[in-house]
């Protein structure tokens, strides 16, 4: 996967949404074990408070029960009921005891007690007339300490000791818990004994029972009377009828089946942590919304900017149709689930588009560009194709079809149309420049290659015409290929080939016809691999032609052909002039003839020796014709002749020999073919009349017959360059075939 691809980006925001949500998650988890912590630490905290005091109440309890009995032994000494009552009285204040008071067996009561009706009713009486102690409460307010006194072994009355409630209250109403804990006794029948104030939080405890029956908090309850009836103390935590967290302990007293219950808020020590923690889960709430949304900001502007760079990229920004990227993804989906031989991958090049930007402006190229793909949309619906535009000028199209037949059909129906569409934009109307496109396809017979592969094999079968054939689509063959590695092995061979003098000049010579005499030379490149043997021009030229090393390869040449004639000069042999081809390319130099001139001048050659061979197509390029006639101009006030070589083989326009400042014209040998013909001979006499008479030398190429031979004596031609004479030589060669034609002359 790609850094700054689209699953890359997924794959990280995914990674990162997990982490936030492990660390919300792990936070969380902390908090909870922390919690749990707090409230355990909450329940022991509690249970121990609340054993304390359950002993402090017991210690009372217990307190007031030896008082009273350590009065018992006094009792009995006493002989008078008016000093049991002193007796009484004083003890009372003594011990703390609202009033003490004696009950006989037999329902006598002693003074102090003397307003008590029914004393034996009262309660706890009957209970320690049987020998027991009891605690009882006196109409809510009091409380009656009830034990027996034993003379002589029997229950001889009660000794009752009244305190007020509040005693009791005080010690169960302490400061523990900070003021926020509530605590009451209750009997083992769950009546209140003692309460503080307020009873009412432990009447809520109720109606969450009866509320739930079910619940936790009912368990709960039903457990707890459970232990109280067996004794055990316990605690447990509840939600209350107001919504708030309680946690209640309850303990059994030792005396009487009482219980004491305790009832504190929950968060008793934590409130503090509480607090804490309630922010903490809300900073971690935050954070990890914050955390989310800012993930998905990212996410959603990651998005947005993927979504305007697919635009960009699918979206061709001057035709509104598909970019090369779309296109290749789409074949990409297409082509290899396909069989073989049922799409093809065509290209479709505009003939010199630089020509229409140059003349209408770039803002109409475009426009051009736009109506293409758009008549190209409308006339391939998605089934049937659809295109887009590769480059500047360039269209590649998918096809569904598989033979040749009906894809040359096809193209042709798309060039027909795109070339109607285009001539009927308004500017384009009576324009001097005449649209037409070339079209090149490969037939996918192999779905399983590349797309770039495939284009590649359109774009090589388009190439692959020459500039002079007609307007039907080319088809790719493998051939094609071998050629492209051929051509890639001889420019990867260019440079060492030049290093090591691997180009040879031959000469081939120009006879006078009107004496057969040498009249000049054409040096011819020839090159000579030390091991693949003799490679011809027509091999690499092309080659070279296009990739511009053309221009060296030239000068190369001339510098040979300068250093030749140097020696024949310094031999003392006659010189004539030779030429040198020279190709398109330097054109678009404008200083291209100051090397020329530097090189004639290092081997001191006479400039009018020299001859430069322009082909006519240089006048249809695109530097433009007033360019070329400069140049033209420049090459004869520096001294050398200009010679129109292949003349016939194009354009032939007859306006260019008037037009250029050139001496020679060369009559290409096609002209010569089939000079059996009258016409031929008559066009061929014409040209070279009019040659003469507007001052023009006539030189031709390719003459092999006598026939040819004596038709361009009959007429007047004044050179000629051919097989008839000489084919091209090496300089030793060219050297002998001079010297014995020169002896046969002389
Ligand atoms: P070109 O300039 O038209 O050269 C004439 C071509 O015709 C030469 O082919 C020559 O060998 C061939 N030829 C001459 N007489 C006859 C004949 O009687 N019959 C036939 N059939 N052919 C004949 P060559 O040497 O193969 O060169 C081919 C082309 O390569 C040349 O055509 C020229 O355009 C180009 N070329 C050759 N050398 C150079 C060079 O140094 N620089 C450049 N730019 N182009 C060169
Ligand atoms: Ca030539
Ligand atoms: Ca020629």
């Known amino acids: 996967m790609r850094i700054g691809s689209k699953p890359f980006y997924k794959l990280l925001l995914f990674a990162l949404i997990a982490l936030v949500l492990i660390m919300a998650v792990t936070i969380t988890l902390n908090a909870t074990r922390l919690h749990h912590a707090i409230q355990e630490r909450t329940f022991s ?4 408070v609340t054993r304390q005091l359950t002993a402090d109440i017991d210690n009372r309890i217990q307190k007031v029960m030896v008082d009273l009995s350590s009065l018992c032994d006094s009792l009995m000494h006493l002989d008078s009921p008016d000093a049991l009552s002193d007796f009484l009285q004083r003890k009372t204040e003594m011990l703390g005891f609202t009033s003490i008071v004696y009950i006989g067996a037999d329902g006598t009561v002693s003074k102090a007690a003397s307003g008590i009706e029914e004393p034996l009713s009262l309660p706890g009486v009957q209970a320690s007339l049987q020998g027991n102690t009891g605690v009882s409460f006196l109409n809510g307010e009091d409380i009656l300490y009830t034990i027996p006194v034993i003379l002589n072994e029997e229950v001889a009355g009660v000794l009752g000791g009244i305190r007020s409630k509040a005693n009791m209250q005080e010690l169960i109403s302490t400061d523990c818990f900070s003021g ?36 936790k908090t009912a368990r709960s309850i039903r457990r707890m009377q459970e ?34 219950l305790t009832l504190v808020p929950s968060d008793v020590i934590a409130s503090h942590v509480n607090g804490s923690m309630f922010w903490l889960y809300g900073i971690i709430g935050v954070v990890v919304v914050l955390m989310l949304l800012t993930l998905f900001a990212l996410y959603a502007s990651q998005r947005y900017h993927y979504r305007q760079m697919e635009e960009a990229a699918f979206t061709d920004r001057v035709t509104g149709g598909m970019t090369n990227a779309a296109f290749q993804l789409k074949c990409e989906s297409l082509l290899p689930k396909a069989p073989a031989n049922t799409y093809c991958i065509a290209l479709m090049n ?29 006339s391939m619906d998605g089934a049937e194709g659809f295109a887009s535009r590769a480059d500047a000028d360039s269209f590649f199209l998918c096809l569904k079809s598989g033979t040749r037949e009906e894809v040359a059909r096809k193209m042709r129906q798309l060039t027909d149309s795109i070339c109607a569409e285009v001539v009927k934009l308004r500017w384009y109307l009576g324009a001097p420049y005449s649209f037409s496109l070339q079209t090149g396809a490969y037939i996918v017979d192999n779905p399983s290659l590349e797309i770039t592969i495939m284009q590649d094999r359109a774009s090589m079968a388009c190439r692959s015409r020459s500039s002079f054939e007609d ?31 691997e180009f040879v000049v031959t000469l081939q010579p120009k006879v006078r016809l009107s004496d057969e005499r040498i009249g000049g030379a054409e040096a011819l490149v020839r090159w000579v691999h030390p091991q693949q043997g003799m490679i011809y021009p027509g091999e690499f030229i092309p080659l070279f032609e296009q990739n511009g090393r053309i221009c060296r390869l030239d000068l190369y040449i001339f510098e040979e052909v300068c250093r030749t004639l140097h020696a024949w000069q310094q031999a003392g042999k006659p010189l004539f002039p030779v030429s040198v081809n020279l190709s398109r390319q330097h054109f678009s130099d404008p200083h291209f003839l100051d090397t020329y001139v530097e090189i004639a001048t290092r081997y001191e050659i006479p400039r009018d020796m ?4 322009l082909t006519e197509s240089i006048f249809f390029d695109d530097q433009g014709i007033e360019n070329t006639k400069q140049q033209i101009k420049e090459m004869h006030r520096l001294g050398f002749r200009c010679s129109l070589d292949d003349f016939g083989s194009g354009y032939s326009s007859l306006g260019l020999l008037v037009e250029f400042d050139i001496d020679v014209i060369k009559l290409d040998r096609r002209f010569f073919l089939d000079i ?9 006499a014409s040209i070279v009349e009019l040659a003469h008479r507007i001052g023009l030398s006539t030189v031709a190429e390719g003459i092999e017959t006598q026939e040819q031979l004596d038709l361009l004596k009959g007429i007047g031609c004044d050179m000629v360059q051919g097989y008839i004479y000489s084919k091209p030589l090496s300089v030793a060669e060219f050297e002998v075939w001079f010297q014995s034609r020169e002896q046969q002359a002389g």
């Open 350 to 378: 505009i003939r010199n588009f630089k020509l229409i930007n140059e003349h209408f402006g770039s803002e109409h190229g475009n426009d051009v560009l736009a109506c293409i793909m758009h008549t190209l949309q409308k």
């Open 610 to 613: 020299l001859e430069l061979e």
């Open 676 to 684: 059996s013909n009258a016409k031929s001979r008559d066009v061929i």
């Open 45 to 48: 905290y509690v249970t121990d």
């Open 227 to 260: 232990d109280m009836v067996s004794g055990q103390s316990g605690i447990f935590s509840f939600r209350s009828a107001s919504g708030s967290d309680l946690i209640l302990s309850y303990n059994p007293l030792s005396h009487f089946s009482w219980v004491l």
């Open 471 to 501: 307007g039907s689509c080319k088809f790719y063959d493998d051939s094609m290929l071998r050629r492209m590695r051929r051509e890639e092995e001889l420019n990867m061979l260019f440079e060492s080939a030049l290093e090591h003098h």
């Open 180 to 215: 926020t804990g509530l605590t009451c006794i209750i009997d083992s029948g769950g009546s209140v004994v003692i309460s503080p104030t307020q009873v009412d939080p432990f009447l809520q405890l109720d109606s969450l029972f009866t509320s739930s029956p079910e619940g």
